[in-house]
């Protein structure tokens, strides 16, 4: 069972930058795909960015320019990096990996939900005007 831990969440003022991590608890070298989602209250959790095994990245329309999703292989960690942030940033972030092969990656559009099988606990983002 992989258990996925995501730290840096936090406190910023709108134009800040937070950088999140996402350790698995074993090698997610075999995950088909990895994605960071997040979930604001009262909405629908979403998805941000997500990476495929061959190094193929996704950013959702309404973080591109200000986010970017990498993993470093040699570390086993994913990474968010967000800049820029915005108030409407706030929510809670979740990692997420699929290792059973259900995840589509395409460019241009959001990670589903339905398509990864682990989930990590989740990081808070707070960004304030």
């Known amino acids: 069972q992989v258990q996925l831990v995501e730290s840096g969440g936090g406190s910023v003022q709108a134009g800040g930058s937070l950088t999140l991590s996402c350790r698995p608890s074993?090698?997610?070298?075999?995950?088909?795909?990895m994605a960071w989602f997040r979930q604001a209250p009262g909405k629908e959790r979403e998805g941000v960015a997500a990476?495929?095994?061959?190094?193929?990245?996704t950013v959702a329309d309404s973080v591109k320019g200000r986010f970017t999703i990498s993993q470093d292989n040699a570390k086993n960690t994913l990474y968010l990096q967000m800049n820029t942030l915005k108030p409407e940033d706030t929510a809670m972030y979740y990692c997420?990996?699929?290792?059973?092969?259900?995840?589509?990656?395409?460019?241009?559009?959001?990670?589903?939900?339905?398509?990864?099988?682990?989930w990590g606990q989740g990081t808070q983002v707070t960004v304030s005007s």
């Open positions: 990476i495929a095994r061959n190094g193929l990245t």
């Open positions: 997420a990996a699929d290792l059973l092969g259900t995840c589509e990656l395409r460019v241009g559009f959001r990670p589903r939900p339905r398509e990864y099988n682990y």
């Open positions: 074993t090698s997610t070298r075999s995950a088909y795909c």
